[in-house]
């Protein structure tokens, strides 16, 4: 409603406009069915892998119940692996992955949220590496 106010007074003037841009829209019903209700971003549903440990999903839980947690999601068994840890730097996030994937083998595919410490450079060429 304030932006139509704006619009309006770039172009239009006269005494009570503003409360007849506000009447118009409390009676639109256009205006009432979008209301609060923001387009819905499309989902892109993931497809099932066809083996285990082949895509595991990556993120931290920063300041959750005051520690930070590196967690990994396996896609296929939605088996969780959840590390307490001091750092969210990309060092300390390799460490602790290379921990994981000594036991369960390297993964084929890791999605993660894009943050710094899985989008550095120093990340991106240790997996490039594996």
């Known amino acids: 409603m304030q932006r139509m ?65 590196l967690v990994l999601i396996d896609a296929y068994s939605k088996y969780p692996i959840i590390h307490q840890t001091t750092s969210t730097s990309s060092k300390a996030t390799i460490q602790l992955l290379e921990e994981d994937f000594a036991h369960f083998g390297f993964p084929h595919t890791i999605v993660s949220d894009n943050a710094t410490s899985f989008s550095s450079d120093e990340f991106q060429s240790w997996y490039q590496e594996h």
């Open 5 to 69: 106010k704006q619009l309006a007074c770039t172009a239009v003037y006269w005494p009570g406009i503003d409360s007849q841009i506000m009447d118009l829209c409390r009676t639109c019903p256009t205006c009432a069915e979008h209301q609060g209700n923001p387009p819905k971003a499309p989902v892109h549903p993931w497809m099932l892998p066809e083996k285990p440990w082949s895509r595991v999903h990556i993120d931290h839980a920063v300041n959750f119940m005051g520690h930070n947690w």
